[in-house]
């Protein structure tokens, strides 16, 4: 199975400030790798797909990258509404496999 | 715009057998050969599992952790797809998504989800 290393678990940030998480799998993905965001009693809902296409309807301060089994999930300008979960997810082959998860707070 | 709805009993007893529907509107389960239908799960405070998927086809993958636990299924006819999963303990409880992923795109659609306890 292939293991996704996300960090940090949880982080906190201001209003307007950048923020980083990464996800790191245990073998090569190529880029078939998504982020979601969850907010509590919710879906999860799709921001990032195939490392760094953003989903329509998603914000453009949310950005992916990818720089060999390393994935970044970004957000340029952090909003009080990206207060949430955040979840990578390898969809190279089966099993998918999810990160541990982000939870972002606002200061 | 395609949509998906869990249905089942929001509470089991421990060894019980659970069984799962998704429903799904605005698109056809069997329509794409790009689409896979799966089930997922977040116990409370936890992170996501995936659980199985199956495809256009019916052909079926599953967690080998939980494989000897599950069947997937579809019913093309209502156009939904179900999950089996045996031998409940505590351990499964968790709210139960369906959604679908698009190859290439992943999970685009979810349903909101159904909380299942297992508890006597």
């Known amino acids: 199975d292939i293991q996704m290393t996300q960090s940090p678990s949880t982080l906190s940030a201001s209003v307007g400030e950048r923020v980083t998480i990464t996800c790191r799998s245990s073998?090569?993905?190529?880029?078939?790798l998504a982020w979601y965001q969850q907010k509590p009693g919710k879906a999860p809902q799709i921001l990032i797909y195939k490392a760094s296409s953003l989903e329509s309807g998603v914000p453009s301060r949310f950005s992916g990258s990818a720089s060999g089994t390393e994935f970044t999930l970004t957000i340029d300008s952090l909003q009080p509404d990206d207060s949430a979960s955040y979840y990578c997810?390898?969809?190279?082959?089966?099993?998918?496999?999810f990160g541990q998860g982000t939870k972002v707070e606002i200061k | 715009q395609v949509q998906l709805q869990e249905s089942g009993p929001g509470l089991v007893t421990p060894s019980e057998t659970l069984s799962l529907t998704c429903a799904v509107s605005g698109d056809s389960i069997s329509g794409s050969s790009t689409y896979h239908w799966g089930w997922f799960r977040q116990p409370p405070g936890k992170g996501l599992e995936w659980i199985a998927a199956i495809s256009h086809r019916g052909s079926t993958n599953y967690n080998p952790s939980l494989k000897s636990r599950v069947t997937i299924s579809a019913d093309t006819s209502k156009n939904q797809f179900s999950l089996k999963f045996n031998s409940m303990t505590a351990a499964d409880t968790a709210v139960y998504y369906c959604a679908r992923h698009v190859y290439g795109a992943g999970l685009g659609h979810w349903g909101q989800g159904i909380l299942v306890t297992v508890s006597s």
């Open positions: 997810q390898q969809y190279s082959g089966f099993p998918w496999t």
């Open positions: 073998q090569s993905i190529s880029s078939w």
